[in-house]
């Protein structure tokens, strides 16, 4: 059985398997070992892996696998498969368990369920789009066809198999391999293509905004077709980052977390009279804790791959199912049809791009600071890393430097995780990402307290002699939570480390090069430095802990705002 399904996982074009092993998993890491097809790579821990698997699928589009052992080993597993899910990444995560027979009656580490004992395929069903124990060996030939149908149906995203450690060895009688997978496109309803079409053509003031499902279905060029054919501007979501860029002359930046003062600025413009939402569920984060101004007073319209996400953020006038990609060329041809005068760039959108804070240069943030600034760190990542650069964000304060000063450009990849947010999340992504893509520069920007849950990964990097490049903005702490401690309560209260970590340190006793740098142009050179190294490189920058994000201060603004007066009909 073991066999067989590494033979499937080579049929479906799957190059790495992620993991820690086991004594449940050892028959199939035997054949893993044995296949010249596929490499195991060997986590310090089985998030990591899921992790790795998460970033390794972000960069590439292809399914990603992770393995962990029965017990704590798919426990642990467990937040890095639900950011997946979340994210819509294709991943199938196999865990085993123990002898089926010895099922119930406290075996070492049973997670069957049952009295005092974890049920782990229930602890994945709400974390994947399919969690299911193997039954028979003869039942995987179908069982498998149907984790890949259910993976890559709609909106991808994982899926789990759990297999006891007696079927390992068992014999499958059906021998054939099942068809290379992937994800279906579907055409959009051509009547309510042909009404958005009448819509754009009447509306005054239109704008976009585009989430993760837009990046996801490869829109960006329909995107960028329809925004200067038809004079459309273009806010993204965080997660949509990347999908627009960011020195176009239409582009708004970052709308909601992490975001700008240039997208709030027009997005919420009362002018504003039609809002057309591409590939976002407009959930909160998105939506700026549901600022009942984005969808008062003028036209919503959104598309969105899975049906059930229409309207789950807000009320539509307009739903359209389907892939953004498609959709948006099916709008293109519509529209090219009955052609109309395109809009030009008007002083509303000017004024509000003179906003757009990823155009201010590092050198300008830094000025007025005593200590180096997290935003002029960033700003200067922006500037120097190459233009195909894979850009991994962790979650804290990260999410808005990244989102608020990292211009996106053609090319570039940026990557985050923030429905679930798990810290730690970008040290094992970046390294699956580095597998995914070895000819492009991959950086991963972390926070030293996210860093702390998950830096033992660099030793993962440092014996695969991966050039991943690991920013850490060392702030001595969870600043993002002390930031909203002091706006709320007038202090912090034990979010900050007694005494700050040493992350070159550490990373130098992973098997990594590392430089620490406390100005703006040791970080530069730093930087230099790491882009030129051919193994893994940490830069432990001490930034300043006071520095709070635009962003960060309008989400507290608006979180009060909503927990003292809920948010108008429209929501």
């Given at each position: 059985?073991?066999?067989?399904?590494v033979?499937?996982?080579?049929?479906?074009?799957?190059?790495?398997?992620?993991?820690?092993?086991?004594?449940?998993?050892?028959?199939?890491?035997?054949?893993?070992?044995?296949?010249?097809?596929?490499?195991?790579?060997?986590?310090?821990?089985?998030?990591?892996?899921?992790?790795?698997?998460?970033?390794?699928?972000?960069?590439s589009?292809?399914?990603?696998?992770?393995?962990?052992?029965?017990?704590?080993?798919?426990?642990?597993?467990?937040?890095?498969?639900?950011?997946?899910?979340?994210?819509?990444?294709?991943?199938?995560?196999?865990?085993?368990?123990?002898?089926?027979?010895?099922?119930?009656?406290?075996?070492?580490?049973?997670?069957?369920?049952?009295?005092?004992?974890?049920?782990?395929?229930e602890?994945?069903?709400?974390?994947?789009?399919?969690?299911?124990?193997?039954?028979?060996?003869?039942?995987?030939?179908?069982?498998?066809?149907?984790?890949?149908?259910?993976?890559w149906?709609?909106?991808?995203?994982?899926?789990?198999?759990?297999?006891?450690?007696?079927?390992?060895?068992?014999?499958?009688?059906?021998?054939?391999?099942?068809?290379?997978?992937?994800?279906?496109?579907?055409?959009?309803?051509?009547?309510?293509?042909?009404?958005?079409?009448?819509?754009?053509?009447?509306?005054?003031?239109p704008?976009?905004l585009?989430?993760?499902?837009?990046?996801?279905?490869?829109?960006?060029?329909?995107?960028?077709?329809?925004?200067?054919?038809?004079?459309?501007?273009?806010?993204?979501?965080?997660?949509g980052?990347?999908?627009?860029?960011?020195?176009?002359?239409?582009?708004?930046?970052?709308?909601?977390?992490?975001?700008?003062?240039?997208?709030?600025?027009?997005?919420?413009?009362?002018?504003?009279?039609?809002?057309?939402?591409?590939?976002?569920?407009?959930?909160?984060?998105?939506?700026?804790?549901?600022?009942?101004?984005?969808?008062?007073?003028?036209?919503?319209?959104?598309?969105?791959?899975?049906?059930?996400?229409?309207?789950?953020?807000?009320d539509?006038?307009?739903?359209?199912?389907?892939?953004?990609?498609?959709?948006?060329?099916?709008?293109?041809?519509?529209?090219?049809?009955?052609?109309?005068?395109?809009?030009?760039?008007?002083?509303?959108l000017?004024?509000?791009?003179?906003?757009?804070?990823?155009?201010?240069?590092?050198?300008?943030?830094?000025?007025?600071?005593?200590?180096?600034?997290?935003?002029?760190?960033?700003?200067?990542?922006?500037?120097?890393?190459p233009?195909?650069?894979?850009?991994?964000?962790?979650?804290?304060?990260?999410?808005?430097?990244?989102?608020?000063?990292?211009?996106?450009?053609?090319?570039?990849?940026?990557?985050?995780?923030?429905?679930?947010?798990?810290?730690?999340?970008?040290?094992?992504?970046?390294?699956?990402?580095?597998?995914?893509?070895?000819?492009?520069?991959v950086?991963?920007?972390?926070?030293?307290?996210?860093?702390?849950?998950?830096?033992?990964?660099?030793h993962?990097?440092?014996?695969?002699?991966?050039?991943?490049?690991?920013?850490?903005?060392?702030?001595?702490?969870?600043?993002?939570?002390?930031?909203?401690?002091?706006?709320?309560?007038?202090?912090?209260s034990?979010?900050?480390?007694?005494?700050?970590?040493?992350?070159?340190?550490?990373?130098?006793?992973?098997?990594?090069?590392?430089?620490?740098?406390?100005?703006?142009?040791?970080?530069?050179?730093?930087?230099?430095?790491?882009?030129?190294?051919?193994?893994?490189?940490?830069?432990?920058?001490?930034?300043?802990p006071?520095?709070?994000?635009?962003?960060?201060g309008?989400?507290?603004?608006?979180?009060?705002?909503?927990?003292?007066?809920?948010?108008?009909?429209?929501?």
């Amino acid at each position: 059985m073991s066999g067989w399904l590494v033979d499937a996982l080579c049929a479906q074009g799957v190059e790495y398997v992620f993991g820690v092993p086991g004594g449940p998993l050892l028959s199939l890491y035997e054949e893993l070992e044995n296949s010249p097809g596929l490499r195991l790579v060997l986590a310090r821990h089985e998030e990591a892996a899921a992790f790795m698997a998460d970033g390794y699928a972000q960069a590439s589009g292809r399914l990603a696998v992770v393995c962990a052992t029965t017990g704590p080993g798919a426990m642990h597993a467990l937040t890095g498969v639900a950011s997946a899910t979340s994210d819509s990444m294709p991943l199938l995560v196999i865990t085993a368990q123990t002898m089926a027979s010895m099922s119930g009656r406290s075996g070492l580490q049973d997670s069957s369920g049952g009295n005092w004992s974890v049920d782990t395929v229930e602890m994945f069903r709400t974390a994947t789009k399919l969690s299911t124990r193997l039954a028979h060996p003869g039942q995987l030939p179908w069982l498998f066809r149907h984790l890949m149908r259910t993976i890559w149906s709609g909106r991808p995203g994982a899926a789990h198999l759990s297999v006891s450690s007696d079927m390992m060895n068992s014999p499958v009688t059906d021998a054939s391999l099942p068809p290379l997978y992937h994800a279906a496109s579907t055409a959009p309803d051509a009547a309510a293509v042909q009404l958005l079409a009448q819509k754009l053509r009447r509306s005054r003031r239109p704008v976009i905004l585009a989430g993760q499902g837009a990046k996801l279905s490869g829109a960006a060029g329909s995107l960028q077709q329809l925004a200067q054919s038809a004079g459309i501007p273009v806010a993204t979501t965080l997660k949509g980052k990347g999908v627009f860029p960011e020195d176009h002359p239409w582009a708004l930046g970052v709308f909601g977390l992490g975001g700008t003062p240039a997208a709030f600025d027009y997005l919420l413009s009362p002018e504003v009279d039609l809002l057309l939402i591409i590939g976002s569920g407009l959930g909160e984060a998105a939506a700026n804790v549901f600022d009942s101004r984005l969808v008062t007073g003028r036209q919503v319209i959104q598309i969105d791959l899975d049906p059930l996400r229409l309207g789950a953020g807000c009320d539509l006038d307009l739903p359209i199912a389907g892939d953004a990609d498609t959709v948006l060329r099916a709008l293109l041809a519509e529209l090219a049809d009955v052609p109309a005068a395109p809009r030009v760039r008007d002083a509303v959108l000017t004024g509000a791009q003179d906003r757009l804070l990823v155009r201010v240069p590092a050198s300008a943030l830094q000025k007025d600071h005593a200590v180096l600034s997290a935003s002029a760190v960033v700003s200067r990542m922006s500037e120097r890393l190459p233009e195909d650069t894979v850009l991994y964000t962790d979650n804290g304060n990260c999410l808005s430097w990244v989102g608020q000063h990292h211009r996106s450009r053609p090319g570039g990849q940026i990557h985050f995780s923030f429905n679930v947010a798990s810290m730690g999340y970008s040290t094992g992504a970046a390294i699956g990402g580095k597998l995914a893509q070895p000819d492009r520069t991959v950086v991963a920007v972390i926070g030293d307290a996210a860093f702390a849950m998950s830096g033992m990964e660099l030793h993962t990097a440092a014996e695969l002699g991966l050039p991943v490049i690991w920013v850490v903005l060392n702030n001595g702490g969870n600043a993002m939570v002390v930031n909203i401690q002091d706006s709320i309560y007038g202090h912090g209260s034990r979010s900050m480390f007694d005494q700050p970590i040493d992350a070159a340190a550490v990373a130098r006793g992973l098997g990594a090069q590392a430089r620490t740098a406390a100005d703006l142009n040791s970080f530069t050179e730093a930087l230099s430095e790491a882009l030129e190294s051919d193994g893994p490189f940490l830069i432990d920058v001490h930034v300043d802990p006071s520095e709070v994000p635009w962003a960060l201060g309008t989400r507290i603004t608006s979180l009060r705002t909503a927990f003292a007066d809920r948010p108008a009909s429209g929501w």
